[in-house]
Each structure stands twice: as C-alpha cells, then as structure tokens.
C-alpha cells in the first residue's frame, strides 16, 4: 500500500509541475497552437521556469543540445571557442525537408549575392534567412534567457501556420553570443539572489562587480568586434553569417532600468551615407510588427530615438553593408531578479516576454516581408555592381616594407570579410610610396563587398548628423598605421597579380653565417616586441641601438635589437636555434653578424648600445579603472606578445611589495579608491627608477593628485556662441549647416551683453553631445629619434581619439615626442571648438621624477585590439622606459 501511496503522490508531483509548466508557458508564448510533447521543455532539462534563475552558460548548452536531439527541425553547429574554451553554437532551425537539402538552400541563397546569376533566381520558392543572436553583453541577460523559450517554440509548437513559416524561413539562432560573459553576470546575480526577491536597488544581486558580466574575458565590448574581428567569438560568427548571408539578423540587448523597450530604426539622420534608404524603410516596416506584438501584452516601447546605425563593427549595423537589415533590441534591464524603477517593479520574466515577443513579431515580419526581403538583398548587390563598375577608384593598395606583419594582419581581416585580396603585379609608386609585390596587398574594389570596401578604407569628414552612439571613422589603413593609396588608373602593364585565397604569415629567418659574432633585428617588426621578450625571459643579454649602424650595406635603424653572443649563459648553438625560432615565430629577419667593425654608425661595443632588463609589468585593474582600457591593454600584453602581466586591484596597492615589478600602467579611470598613502607609495617607488605608464583619465587624475608635472587645458564650460542661425538646430556638425532660423526665433536668440544667444531647450541635449568626441582619427608628428618611436617608419602616425582631454606642452624640449598637428583630423568628427583645442597639442609627456618616470599618453594606443599602428608606443614606453628621460639626452651606459 506504501509502495502505491508513493507512486500515486510521484505522479501528484509530476502533474502539478507540468501544469506549472504550461502555466509558465503561457506567460511567454502563444497558446493558439498545440505543443509536441516529444520536443523537452526548458524546465524540463533546466529543473526551474525560465526567469525564476538566470540559465548559465552549461544549463543553456544542455537544453540545446537536448533539442537537437528531439526534433528533425533543428540542427546544432559548434561554430567556435571563446578565451574560456565555452563553445559558440548556432541552431539551424526550419522545416525537415528544407533540413534534408539544407546545403542545396544554403548555396542557392547564397547565390542572391552574386549579379551574375541573381537574376536568373526564382525568389517566390525561395526561403528567407533570419538571424536571432542574443545577449552579445553578459549582463544583459534577458535575450539569452529568452532563447530558450525561441527554440522551444520552433522547435515544438504545431499547426498549419508554423508549419507554413518553417517552409518558408530558415532561422538561424545564436542563444549567446558572450558565453564568458554572461557565466559571469549569471554566477553573481544567482549566488546572491534571495529566496524573497528584494527589488531594491542598492541591493547586491543588483550591483555587479567590476569588471562586471558585460564584457567577454580580456573585457572587450564583443558588440563592436564584427568589424575587426580580434576575438575567437567574432571570427567563427562571421564565418556563419557569411556562409548563410541572412535577409535579417536581430540583435537582443538591454539598456537602463528606467528606461522601456527600443526597437529600430533609430534616428533616422545618423544611419551611415552606404546603408541604402530602402534599408531604413524596411527596418521600419518590420517595426509596425513589432509595435503591433508589444501593444497586444500592453508593454511601453519606442523607435526612432537615441540609437543609430552608423558604426559597421555592430550586430546591428554590419548587416546594412551587408544587403541584409540588421534591427537592434533594447530592453530595460532588472539587473538581477526584480528591481524598482521609476515604472514600477521590473521582475526578470517581464524583461524576457518582451524579448521573445519581439522574436516571434519577427519571425512574422520575415514570413510576409520575405519576396521583399529576397529581392532587396538581390538588388543590393547588383546595384553595388554598377557603382563599383562606375565610381573613380579602381582599387586600394596597402603596405610596409619593412614591417610585413602589419600589413598581413589587415588583409587577414579584409579576407574573413569575404573581400578578395591580390599582390600587386608589380612594384607600384603611387602617393609618394613604392609598393613591393611581395609585402603590398591590393583591394579591387570591383567587387560584391564594394560598400563594405568603402567603409574600411574611406576618410570621411562630411556628415548629416553631428552625433554618434559610437565611433564616427575607423579608417583600417590608418588604424594599422600603414601607407595606402587609392588606385584611380590601372597601370598599363596591369594592377592585379597572384590572388590571394588565404594570406601567409611573414616568412622569418636567420640570415648570414652560423657562427656569428653578435645577432642583430630591425624594430620596425610588429612582432620584434615579442622577439625581445622571449630573449629576455631566457635570460640572454640583449641591446638596444639608440642610434643607427650598419651591417655590410644594410642600415639598422634606431631601436634595432643587438644580441653579442660571447658572454651569454646559452652555448652558440642553442643561441643560434633560438635566434631561429623567434625569427620564424614572428615574421622576422635576424641577421648573424661576424664583426663588431660597423662600416657606419655605431660599432658594436659602443656605450650608445644600451643594455635592457626583462620588464616585470603590473596593470592596475579594478574598481576606478575603465574594463576595457586596461583589458585592451591585457589582451596585448598576454594573447598577443606572450609577456606575463600581474593584474593588481588598485586599494591592494599599499599591501603589495611594488620593488618586484619595474613598470606600473595606469589605465583610462578616475582611481578614486587610491589613498593617499598609497599615491606616496607610488611615488617612492618611481623615485628608485622604476616607469610609471599612464593613459587618458589615468594621466589626469596623476597630474591632478601633484604626481607628475603633466598639464592639460581647462576644460570649457560651454561651446562657443554661435550664430542664432546655426544654433536654431540640435545637429552641430562642423560640417553641415542648420536651417536658418524663422525672425522671431533669431530676435529672441540675440546675444546680450557679451552671453551667447538663447537656445530652444528642447536642443539642449544635442548641443551638449555634439561637443564630445565620440571617436575620431588624428594626425600627429613622432619623433623618430625618440625611445618611444623606435619602430616607425614615418613620422605621420595616425591616433584614434574618443574623449576632450587635451595635453598641454612641457617646458621640457625632449619630453613631447609625439604631437598633434596643425590640422589634425584626418577621418571622423569633431565640432570647431575642439578642433581648435587639439591643435599642437601634445599627445605624450614625459615627468622625470627622481630616476625613474612618468609617461603620460592621452589616448589610448590599443583601441579594441585593432589599432596596430599606435601598439608599438605602448610596448616602446615598456621595454625603453627604462632609459628615457625628459630632461635630458638618453643617457649612456657606465
């Protein structure tokens, strides 16, 4: 009797849980069809209802997995490995016929892309492609949670209707797009989540720790990594967007708590000029779908406001130069479980239903837009065909003789893009540059991907808006600090040579005789940083030439790397294998030297050959630092060069024995959490000769805590007056010109007594956003007899900007050795007023405090991993630091 006691309150449990269930159920999706009991519910794997905990990273792959291995409407792609090694995967969702000639659908739709046979395509049989990807930002968690009930959906609801939309769609899902990230936020809001869900929102659970869930492992934002691609989740992503090239890809985030729900488009005057207008008119016709759904379940939204589409490095945006509309989704975010705003109470399922309502009112939105949806991506490439054919540059060419590394990473980039890359034919001089067949790369720009060429190569200066929700330039020739030129007229003996399928890194070697006497390697490598690190780290003794020498009729420029090989702890031929070794592994060529008798220049034995120390580095990482500065700064130092880097909170700094580390970075932050103590600490530490390396609001807050002798111009209360004609509009651009104002309006703005004239308040806020920065490229002058400009082969670098800090000049002549220009912008935007403020001002500053130092760098020289070209005054300010001063010549050894 016990025994069926038991058995009959099991099945008591289980019925109660699956009403439940359904009752959950219910709350997110449409009960208007039926369900496959065959197909597992999420809490069915999961053990608890989506939004009573938030799904990690295991639990969300398990429920996946477990669908795959359910229904014959899906398949399961590993597509990638993030830092932490957590697979990327994508769910390939539509009928099982179309499932069962999925590769002869791929290949066809694919061909959409490609003039010469689009038209021949039959688009009314043909299925639409719908990308969903969510939660590119750990801690915007919502989307992620709501894939869940997506796949469910697709995978198990049943019906005429469904049935209908999976013959006709093929849906693509990316349940998490941050898996890194999001295991973060999910682990912090779940361990502090109490059984009474407290809404406060001071509250731990809502309050995140830095460096917070947002960012992917070394804290980048992986949102604005489509277009340079540095990262393992970006590279495999766009692998499957290109391999499937959707008619729409979604892209689910979260904003402010106080905020509702956003759907795009977005201001309709800051979509960039290469996105066609039938993209926005799309955008907004799938938007009445969505207004639609979200005024059925009563939820507050809005469109056309705040966001834009200009920046082509977002989910959002990349589609639009892609002939696909990308649409991006902003819900408010509860942070943790619940949370009080100034609309309520928003509980964590709340924020979920709207997210997988706005999936579903865009799966509807494919299904009744799709012959439109097919024949605007067909349209788009071959109306590209005719303004590649027709506009005035042939082609690009990029390159760097003497540093092949660099040019290679770009054009690995330029090929993940799906852009065909060739060698020159032959040696080119255009622009004042010369070419060679074997380093150059070209770019014809008659190609499929013309408008994407454009965005990666153009400087553009002219806008329709003066604000930006991101970066307004991001030129990759001048990120990569390389010489480029447009191609107007093809040479007579041709342009294009060998076609590069896939690029080769740089072949190194060592040239010249086994036995050497000494070793010697150009700077000008990108990887000669890594070369000399691991040197160091086997303890060989190496030398930096801080003039220039000769071996035979080749001219080591300053900052060569010299390495004797009498006196070192390694035997010759192990010196000789490791010279080799670096060479290969980073694209170098190492010349075995056999007499210290240079025929020009330094001779071998001089004192201006300055021995190096191993740096031992520290980046302050922690609360008051920005997570992605010091991140950039991380991912350089540890995924790029190999170098082992202590990542110390800043309030540990009066508990920790500085004398092991002989190089301190100071990130982008406002280190408010320093105490003094600690600063004195800091200081001494200097004093004994050690380099302390400081960035943007990292060099302000030493120069406004009496640290270093670094001076930055007053910040402006407000922007200068201007004409009541120009400030009548809220767009400001320094390039475009408002409507003139009506007469009543240009009276009452008349300036009084000196004040600038009166402004309508509604224009209050743009006026403000059109002073900022929010991210343009500068031309500045280095000085390449300098420690921190060993390495370049021109004087005219280009720096990536995104804030108004402004650097005064020293009194010292030695301690600014790069400076902006006269006229310093090069690409982007950038109002009048502070256009006049940067000029000539300086963009480094050396201190000398005791016998060490203080650099001080204004911006940032590892923006998002991709600005090649300003790295080396980083690394140059780590490894010559040692050595430089301010107030004098470099000094000599004793």
């Known amino acids: 009797m016990k025994k069926y006691y038991g058995l009959l309150l099991l099945l008591l449990a289980t019925l109660t849980a699956l009403a439940q269930s359904k009752s959950n159920l219910a709350y997110y999706l449409p009960q208007t069809v039926t369900y496959n009991p065959a197909i597992p519910t999420p809490a069915s794997v999961l053990g608890y209802e989506v939004g009573e905990w938030h799904v990690s990273h295991d639990q969300l792959l398990m429920y996946m997995r477990a669908v795959d291995a359910a229904s014959d409407r899906v398949t399961l792609t590993e597509y990638a490995r993030t830092h932490e090694h957590r697979p990327l995967v994508l769910l390939t969702i539509t009928s099982p016929e179309n499932q069962r000639n999925i590769a002869q659908i791929k290949a066809e739709h694919h061909q959409l892309t490609d003039p010469a046979v689009s038209g021949r395509l039959d688009i009314s049989r043909m299925p639409a492609v719908l990308w969903m990807g969510y939660s590119v930002h750990g801690s915007e968690p919502s989307g992620t949670n709501a894939s869940l009930l997506a796949v469910y959906y697709l995978a198990a609801a049943q019906g005429p209707a469904i049935d209908e939309t999976l013959r006709n769609t093929v849906i693509l899902v990316d349940p998490s797009i941050n898996p890194d990230g999001m295991s973060r936020f999910a682990g912090w809001v779940n361990s502090r989540r109490s059984k009474n869900l407290v809404t406060d929102p001071n509250n731990v659970e809502q309050n995140e720790v830095w ?23 970006s590279r495999g992503r766009l692998q499957q967007f290109h391999d499937w090239k959707p008619n729409l890809l979604t892209d689910h985030h979260e904003m402010s708590s106080n905020s509702t729900f956003f759907f795009q488009p977005g201001v309709p005057s800051r979509k960039h000029p290469l996105t066609p207008e039938r993209n926005f008119e799309l955008t907004k016709s799938i938007g009445a779908y969505h207004a639609k759904a979200l005024d059925k379940i009563g939820s507050l939204y809005f469109t056309e406001e705040n966001y834009d589409d200009f920046y082509y490095g977002k989910g959002s945006t990349y589609p639009d130069v892609n002939g696909a509309v990308g649409i991006l989704f902003e819900q408010a975010s509860s942070r ?41 991506q067909r349209d788009f490439y071959q109306k590209v065909a005719g303004e590649a054919r027709n506009q005035g540059v042939r082609a690009y060419v990029f390159g760097a003789d003497q540093d092949p590394a660099r040019s290679y990473e770009l054009a690995r980039i330029i090929r993940q893009h799906q852009i065909a890359v060739y060698r020159p034919k032959s040696a080119l001089t255009l622009g004042g540059h010369m070419f060679s067949p074997t380093n150059a790369y070209v770019v014809p720009t008659d190609q499929p991907q013309f408008r994407l060429i454009q965005a990666m190569f153009e400087s553009r200066t002219k806008f329709q808006d003066s604000i930006f929700y991101d970066i307004s330039a991001w030129t990759l020739p001048y990120a990569f600090g390389l010489n480029t030129a447009a191609v107007t007229k093809a040479p007579k003996a041709g342009l294009l040579g060998q076609r590069l399928d896939s690029v080769s890194f740089p072949m190194g070697r060592v040239l010249g005789d086994k036995n050497a006497y000494a070793y010697a390697f150009s700077w000008h490598g990108y990887y000669a940083p890594r070369a000399l690190n691991t040197l160091l780290a086997r303890k060989v003794t190496v030398k930096v030439a801080t003039e220039p020498f000769f071996i035979g009729d080749t001219k080591m420029d300053y900052g060569s790397i010299m390495v004797p090989v009498a006196s070192q702890s390694l035997p010759a031929d192990s010196l000789h294998a490791l010279m080799q070794r670096i060479a290969v592994q980073n694209g ?20 201006n050959f300055v021995t190096l120390k191993k740096p031992e580095i520290m980046l302050l990482a922690g609360q008051g630092v920005s997570p992605t500065d010091v991140g950039e700064a991380w991912h350089l130092l540890d995924n790029r060069f190999d170098m082992a880097t202590s990542l110390v909170a800043p309030d540990a700094l009066d508990r920790v024995n500085l004398d092991r580390y002989t190089v301190i970075v100071v990130s982008d932050g406002t280190y408010g959490g320093i105490t003094p103590a600690s600063r004195e600490k800091l200081r001494a530490w200097v004093q004994r000769g050690n380099t302390l390396l400081a960035i943007g609001r990292g060099a302000k807050w030493l120069a406004d805590n009496g640290m270093s002798t ?13 004409a009541p004609e120009t400030v009548a509009s809220p767009v400001a651009s320094n390039t475009t010109k408002a409507p003139a104002a009506s007469p009543a309006s240009a009276r009452a703005g008349t300036p009084t007594a000196g004040l600038p004239p009166q402004q309508p308040y509604v224009g209050m ?11 343009a490229i500068f031309s500045v002058r280095l000085d390449l007899t300098h ?5 370049y082969e021109s004087p005219d670098v280009h720096l990536f900007r995104d804030h108004t800090l402004f650097m005064e000049r020293s009194a010292s002549p030695y301690a600014n050795p790069l400076m902006y220009t006269a006229r310093p912008l090069a690409s982007g935007f950038i109002s009048k007023a502070n256009e006049l403020k940067l000029r000539n001002t300086a963009a480094v500053d050396i201190a000398d405090v005791g016998a060490g130092r203080i650099i001080s760098l204004v911006d940032d020289p590892n923006f998002r991993a991709f600005w090649y070209g300003t790295n080396k005054l980083f690394l140059n300010s780590i490894f010559f630091g040692q050595f430089i001063r301010a107030g004098s010549p470099t000094p000599s050894e004793e």
């Open 211 to 233: 460096p917070g869930g947002r960012f992917n492992h070394y804290w980048f934002d992986l949102n604005r990594d489509w277009l340079p691609l540095q990262h393992p989740e």
């Open 336 to 376: 943790g479980h619940a949370q009080e705003t100034v609309n309520g109470i928003l509980r964590f399922p709340f924020t979920i239903r709207n997210q997988v309502t706005t999936t579903l009112s865009s799966i509807e939105a494919v299904q009744a837009l799709r012959p439109e949806l097919l024949a605007y």
């Open 588 to 607: 170098l060529d190492v010349l075995a030297i056999t007499t210290g008798l240079s025929p020009q220049g330094l001779k071998l034995g001089s004192v």
């Open 710 to 722: 670094t001076r930055f111009k007053a910040a402006g209360t407000a922007p200068a007056p201007m």
């Open 765 to 775: 806020r743009n006026t403000a956003s059109a002073q900022e920065i929010s991210g």
């Open 787 to 791: 420690p921190l400009g060993y390495g």
